[in-house]
């Protein structure tokens, strides 16, 4: 897939222009992706965002992680933190911003390390595309865990979204996606969207115990798992 939030992070970072960046789905028209939110510093974070900095501990990989943020506000703070990010323009980004430990790869491929803190924030575990593969996603975080590690990460229940339209047949927080910027549009491709229920339920399933420690106006909570 084109990697076209990596290139708006880059073109915005390095000042090369600043073209909008756009995220079609199938609930109505295009909505604007500001790429400023990638650079958002601690006061400019909502709460939830900065919820979730004061509950990481120990040594951290923040997963999808951007133009680096959230890293970075944790490696400020003195954190053995490591910012994992499939973008390789994003992870230049990265580099050239100051963080010490970047790592370009796919969460799912990724190995070799072990962590007291996994974080994906920004609804970052909609990387996992369905629920087998939120149940994927899970089983991995196993693997790169400590024993009495934890798993953080933010999601919202998208069910008012289908007021005016049919949920689907599939679980109606699996939502196909396509990024648009410049001329350019990514294939689409599907993200995650849970519930709390949902999300408590496969959670248990797993093996793992799921804490609601936040919620906001907007449907969106955070959450905290340990096995």
């Not at 990697?3 to 090369?16: C, M, Q, R, S, V």
């Not at 600043?18 to 974070?45: A, C, I, Q, W």
């Not at 490696?75 to 100051?98: H, T, W």
């Not at 995650?192 to 919620?215: H, M, R």
Request: hydrophobic residues 35%; contains cysteine.
């Amino acid at each position: 897939m084109t990697d076209l939030p990596g290139k708006a992070i880059h073109d915005y970072y390095f000042k090369k222009n600043k073209k909008k960046l756009f995220v079609h789905d199938t609930f109505g028209p295009k909505v604007e992706m500001p790429v400023s939110l990638y650079f958002r510093n601690l006061k400019e974070m909502p709460v939830l965002e900065k919820k979730t900095l004061e509950l990481c501990s120990g040594k951290i990989l923040d997963v999808g992680a951007g133009a680096g943020s959230h890293a970075l506000e944790l490696q400020k703070k003195g954190f053995d933190v490591y910012a994992l990010e499939i973008s390789p323009s994003a992870c230049e980004v990265m580099n050239d911003r100051g963080l010490k430990n970047v790592i370009c790869n796919d969460f799912f491929q990724f190995s070799g390390e072990t962590f007291d803190t996994i974080l994906l924030l920004m609804n970052g575990v909609g990387i996992s595309s369905d629920i087998e593969g939120f149940r994927k996603l899970l089983k991995k975080s196993s693997e790169l865990l400590h024993p009495n590690g934890k798993l953080i990460f933010d999601s919202s229940d998208i069910n008012y979204m289908y007021e005016d339209i049919q949920k689907p047949n599939h679980y109606y927080g699996e939502v196909k996606c396509r990024y648009e910027y410049g001329n350019e549009l990514t294939d689409w491709f599907k993200w995650l969207y849970t519930d709390q229920n949902t999300l408590k339920t496969i959670s248990k399933e797993e093996g793992w115990n799921c804490d609601i420690v936040f919620e906001d106006e907007h449907d969106q909570f955070l959450a905290v798992l340990t096995r």
